[in-house]
């Protein structure tokens, strides 16, 4: 056994010490904190819900590969690897969706492949976007979020476009 298998319980136990300490009830501020993050999920979830509904039927109609299509003569023309338009489409909804695709694009041309190297920064660069506005207005009862979701997606597309350059500037030996 290594030091970091006793971390969280050596924290638990210096919690419980610290209540104790402090002669706080630790079972009722507990399960009062459960209580709140439950209601939190019950808050944000119908949020959620439609979205990843919404990005299950987007792909299974077959719309991720008409539009990965449709713009994939414009990345191969500006540089940028055709084989991240779906990922660049999927990225601002999907989390785990992006890192299925991203995966997808390993196998198929490489991890040090120009393709596998854009993709790789573009995880690192970019956010979920729809998914975090979702999640982080639906738990504080945001309903208008006037420049959030622009700003977001500009900032999105500018870590897209610079993923490509910089990768290509830096990292590439192709």
Known sequence: MSFTD???PVFFALVLVYGLYKKTDVFAEFTAGVT????????IFPALFCLVVT???FRAS????LLSGLIEPFFTAIGFPPECAPLVLLRPFSGSGSIALFEQILCENGADSFAGEVASVILG???????????YFAATSI???????PAA?????TGFILSAVF???ILSTN
């Not at 709140?36 to 808050?43: A, N, W």
């Not at 077959?62 to 590969?65: A, D, L, R, S, V």
């Not at 660069?125 to 999640?135: A, D, G, R």
């Open 6 to 8: 006793f971390i969280i």
């Open 153 to 157: 997606l500009c900032g999105d597309i």
């Open 143 to 149: 309903k208008k979020t006037r420049y959030a979701l």
């Open 55 to 57: 990005i299950a039927v």
């Open 125 to 135: 660069s970019s956010e979920t976007t729809f998914y975090t506005i979702s999640v």
């Open 62 to 65: 077959g719309g991720m590969e």
């Open 36 to 43: 709140d993050g439950l209601k939190t999920v019950l808050e």
């Open 167 to 169: 990768v290509r500037l």
